[in-house]
Each structure stands twice: as C-alpha cells, then as structure tokens.
C-alpha cells in the first residue's frame, strides 16, 4: 500500500486530504536537492578555499571573481542562464554526450545550486581557516608534519568547528531556494 492511500492520511484538512502527496513528494525533491548541493558543494568549496588562500595569485584571483559573481547575483538569474542559457546550446551538448543533463529542469537546478552554495561555502571555509590561530600551525610545523598532514590534522578540523553554525545557516537558505 502507497503511504498515500493510507486511511488515517484522509483525516484533515481538505487541503492535505487534495494536495498532500503532491507536497510530500515535493518535500522529497527538495531534501534530495538540497543534500546533493550541500554535499557536492562543500567538496568544490574545500579546494576553492584552499586555493584562494595558499594557490598562486593568478588562481586565487580567478577564484574570488568566480565567489564575488557568483555570491553577487541573485540565484534565479544564474538558475536562468543555466538552464536557458545553456540548453541554447544543444548540437554542443549532444556532441559532448552531455544532452540528457542540461535539457532536464532538476540537473540544471543542481549544477545551479552546487556552484552557488560553493561560492558561499568557500567564503565561509575561508573564514574559518583564517580565524586558527597562527600558532596551531605553527605547532604542527614544529613537531614535523607535512603541510598536507597539518591542514588535514591541525587546520581543518578545527575551521570544521568554527564553520558549523555558519554553514548549516547557509543550508536553511539553500533550503528556502528551492522554491525558485
């Protein structure tokens, strides 16, 4: 038996009794999207923010044009260019194999949100590795860890700490995105 067709989900309001597997399942697209875009999102951002903070000045220049447009415009503009702006593009993407992806709403609304919950999440890990203090790292340099080991050990789990409040704010608005 569909969770729908079940007798007690009748009782309510008329609203819940018309709409309310259309809701759910809604709210099943939208958990499902956001998840995605969080989580691809914070795997780009560790390595932009990495970037922009320790990268060769031409990278860390590219990178903070890519977070100041892609933070500066409002998000139903860059979903949009996405989707309308790419998909003008068909002979392109067909060429490339990659048609399936951009002529479907639900994966241009994903690359749209990946790389604009990257942008911000980037900021925010930037932050948060600048806010350790000088001294941690150089305590890991002194009892002899590599840079990778003192960034992975030291470093980032403690920007991991200082993040958190400010990256699950930026989930709840991604959250509310959605509906665009």
């Given at each position: ?44 951002a560790i390595g932009?923010a990495v970037a ?86 150089n305590a890991g ?40």
């Amino acid at each position: 038996m569909n969770w729908c067709e079940y007798p007690g989900w009748a009782v309510g309001s008329e609203v819940l009794q018309n709409y309310g597997c259309r809701m759910a399942t809604g709210l099943g697209l939208t958990l499902q999207l956001v998840a995605i875009s969080v989580s691809l999102g914070f795997l780009l951002a560790i390595g932009l923010a990495v970037a922009r903070l320790y990268g060769p000045r031409w990278a860390q220049a590219l990178i903070n044009g890519y977070t100041t447009f892609f933070r500066g415009t409002p998000l139903l503009c860059q979903l949009f260019l996405v989707y309308y702006g790419l998909g003008q593009f068909r002979l392109f993407w067909t060429d490339l194999g990659l048609w399936w992806f951009f002529r479907e709403p639900f994966y241009c609304a994903l690359l749209t949100f990946v790389i604009n919950t990257a942008a911000y999440q980037a900021e925010i890990l930037r932050g948060a590795i600048q806010s350790i203090p000088r001294g941690q790292v150089n305590a890991g340099q002194a009892v002899g860890m590599t840079y990778g080991q003192n960034m992975r050990l030291v470093v980032l789990p403690q920007a991991f700490r200082n993040m958190l409040p400010v990256l699950l704010t930026q989930t709840i608005i991604l959250f509310q995105d959605t509906s665009l």
